[in-house]
């Protein structure tokens, strides 16, 4: 039942066996799911519809969904999926089994990790535009803090000419 074994899963098993699942990866996977340029599941059951544009996309995205399996399921699935097969079974009937959901609710927990997972991932390629910001956000804290500070020292020449006042008029009573 090898035959059944859709891509994504070959090449992400492949990519986590080879500890190829790198940051790159994953910042090319977060900067697609902003662009809305994931592939569905369909788009993976066959790398050989995939573009080779699209190809490291495709891998990133498999290793994921992989590694969103074992996240869901633990990471004994792939020995499970690999005995249940071994018995005949079909990838997605052997995954059904073992997880006790259907091929829907197996996909959509994979679709919700990497929503989840992968938002802003792609920041730490843009390390270049942190440092061209990052001193307009220092300013701006200055200039708040230096407010804040403005108002809690008329604050407190509030309180102390208000505690005058009133000592001056104690003094007077007595």
Request: avoid cysteine; proline fraction near 2%.
């Amino acid at each position: 039942n090898s035959s059944t074994i859709p891509s994504w899963y070959k090449e992400g098993m492949a990519m986590r066996q080879a500890n190829e699942f790198s940051m790159k990866h994953r910042i090319q996977i977060s900067k697609a799911k902003w662009k809305n340029q994931l592939f569905y599941f369909k788009d993976l059951e066959k790398f050989s519809k995939v573009q080779k544009s699209n190809a490291t996309l495709a891998y990133a995205q498999s290793a994921a969904m992989v590694h969103a399996m074992e996240y869901f399921y633990g990471h004994s699935i792939h020995k499970s999926i690999i005995d249940f097969m071994q018995n005949g079974l079909p990838f997605w009937s052997a995954i059904e089994k073992i997880t006790g959901d259907n091929q829907i609710d197996v996909q959509i927990n994979i679709e919700m990790f990497i929503e989840n997972n992968y938002n802003w991932i792609f920041l730490i390629n843009s390390s270049k535009s942190i440092f061209i910001i990052l001193p307009f956000i220092v300013i701006l804290g200055f200039l708040h803090k230096k407010q804040q500070n403005k108002h809690i020292i008329n604050k407190w020449e509030t309180e102390e000419l208000i505690e005058q006042v009133n000592w001056e008029q104690g003094d007077d009573n007595v």
